[in-house]
């Protein structure tokens, strides 16, 4: 689905992902390091075009580029599954620093809970992954479950995270982003 707003934040902002963003989307996909706990993808540019414009008609499915201030593309976030009170996190590529990457992930929950008005939102990550596993904690993710994605050799977390539990911590790391941006500019 395509969301019609731009999503700001102090440091990045949101906007749904469009067909003339495959290119750079499809290297992002293509960068090993950076999808290595991620579902491999083959194909061409083309095929990521064709993907997005599939993607823009899928009820409940919202894929968003990372854009920082400069009009760079430096990421990709999504929220997708959107069910009546649920929805998933996930699609994540950040080439943006710490505290981009961060409000990145912030602004797509903002966007799940807020605009969307879900209860809960489901994610996961590879248990090796430790710096996606730490921000999970530090907004307030529940594990309930670890296994396997087929197709994927690394062991997952499962986790959920409550609006409640996601307000309350929030406002650290959103104090956190703006004391970075307050010192050395967004």
Do not use: C, W
């Not at 934040?9 to 989307?25: F, Y």
């Amino acid at each position: 689905m395509v969301y019609p707003e731009e999503i700001k934040g102090l440091t990045v902002r949101l906007r749904s992902i469009m067909p003339e963003d495959a290119e750079i989307t499809y290297k992002m996909r293509m960068d090993k390091e950076k999808v290595k706990y991620m579902h491999q993808v083959n194909g061409t540019v083309e095929d990521q075009k064709r993907y997005i414009m599939q993607q823009q008609k899928k009820a409940g499915d919202y894929l968003f580029v990372v854009l920082d201030y400069y009009d760079n593309i430096i990421g990709m976030r999504g929220i997708y599954d959107v069910e009546e009170n649920s929805a998933e996190s996930g699609r994540t590529i950040g080439y943006g620093d710490a505290f981009q990457n961060m409000e990145a992930l912030l602004l797509g929950l903002d966007f799940a809970f807020d605009i969307l008005k879900v209860d809960k939102i489901y994610m996961d990550a590879a248990a090796d992954n430790q710096s996606v596993r730490g921000i999970q904690i530090q907004i307030g993710a529940q594990e309930y479950s670890r296994g396997y994605h087929e197709g994927i050799e690394y062991e997952y977390v499962f986790s959920v995270l409550f609006r409640e539990d996601y307000q309350k911590n929030r406002k650290k790391i959103m104090a956190l982003i703006e004391k970075h941006v307050n010192r050395f500019g967004g």
